[in-house]
């Protein structure tokens, strides 16, 4: 059984960090390109970063970009988010993803396993 769990959500201030973890059980995590996604109320899921399976390439969305940096420890089988300068725009249930194949994908459709989220708020 495949399970996705993430966790290090919480409520902060406008300009605090957070990292997110998301725990990865059931499958063979080095094999498997990751993601962190985002939805905020009323607003599709959005993409916010992916990795490929070695970790050694990334790729995030613009308007995180030069706050957010993903990574993993396919020791740990564990896909972490780093979130500095957090900005309220930036709150919504964070959700990480998986998908067989490598590569950097934005495309939520591409991902077959799922986790159930975690809130993240920020005040302004």
């Known amino acids: 059984q495949v399970q996705l769990v993430e966790s290090g959500g919480g409520l902060v201030q406008a300009g605090d960090s957070l990292r997110l973890s998301c725990a990865v059980s059931?499958?063979?995590?080095?094999?498997?390109?990751m993601a962190w996604f985002r939805q905020a109320p009323g607003k599709e899921r959005e993409f916010v970063a992916a990795?490929?399976?070695?970790?050694?390439?990334?790729y995030c969305a613009d308007s995180v970009k030069e706050r957010f940096t993903i990574f993993r420890d396919n020791a740990k089988n564990t896909v972490y988010l780093q979130m500095n300068s957090l900005k309220p725009e930036d709150t919504a249930v964070y959700y990480c993803?998986?998908?067989?194949?490598?590569?950097?994908?934005?495309?939520?459709?591409?991902?077959?396993?799922w986790g159930q989220g975690t809130q993240v708020t920020v005040s302004s």
């Open positions: 993803a998986a998908r067989s194949r490598d590569g950097l994908v934005s495309n939520k459709y591409e991902y077959i396993f």
């Open positions: 059931g499958l063979t995590f080095s094999s498997f390109g």
């Open positions: 990795i490929t399976k070695s970790g050694g390439g990334t």
